[in-house]
C-alpha cells in the first residue's frame, strides 16, 4: 500500500508505518513514526512537515557509506533503507491507544490482513 491508502485509519498520534516485508535473519524491519525528528541533521526540510514517506525518503537520501558502521549496530541496513525508501510501500502500521473494537474493525478493509496485539 502506499501512504495515501492507509491515512483514513491511521490516528495521526499514532503514525508509524513499516516500510518493509520480512526481513532478512538478524536485521530489523525499516519503519517510521511521523514526526520523528530525532534522527533528521538541521536543514532537512520534511523534518517536521510532509509526508511519513517523504521524511523517510529525505532521512535516508542524507545517510552514506560513512554511516553504514553506525546503522549495522542497531540491525540496519543501508541497502535495505535506500530499497524501503525508494519503494515507498506500506507493510503495517504501529497503532497504539486502539480499543480492540476498532482494531477489529480494520479487519473488515480488503488492505488489512491481519492484526497483531502486543502488550
Not at 73 to 96: P, S, V
Request: proline letters at 6%.
Amino acid at each position: 500500500m502506499l501512504e495515501s491508502e492507509v491515512t483514513d485509519f491511521s490516528a495521526p498520534a499514532a503514525r508509524s508505518f513499516v516500510f518493509s516485508g520480512l526481513p532478512a535473519p538478524g536485521s530489523k524491519p525499516v519503519f517510521w513514526r511521523a514526526g520523528f525528528v530525532g534522527c533528521f541533521p538541521p536543514g532537512l526540510s520534511s523534518a517536521q512537515s510532509g509526508s511519513v514517506t517523504s521524511q523517510l525518503r529525505e532521512w535516508v537520501g542524507s545517510l552514506g557509506k560513512g554511516d553504514e558502521r553506525s546503522l549495522s549496530r542497531f540491525g540496519l541496513n543501508l541497502t535495505a533503507l535506500q530499497n524501503a525508501a525508494r519503494e515507498g510501500r506500506i507493510y503495517g502500521l504501529i497503532l497504539t491507544g486502539w480499543r480492540m473494537d476498532q482494531l477489529l474493525s480494520l479487519l473488515d478493509k480488503p488492505s488489512v490482513r491481519s492484526i497483531d496485539v502486543v502488550g
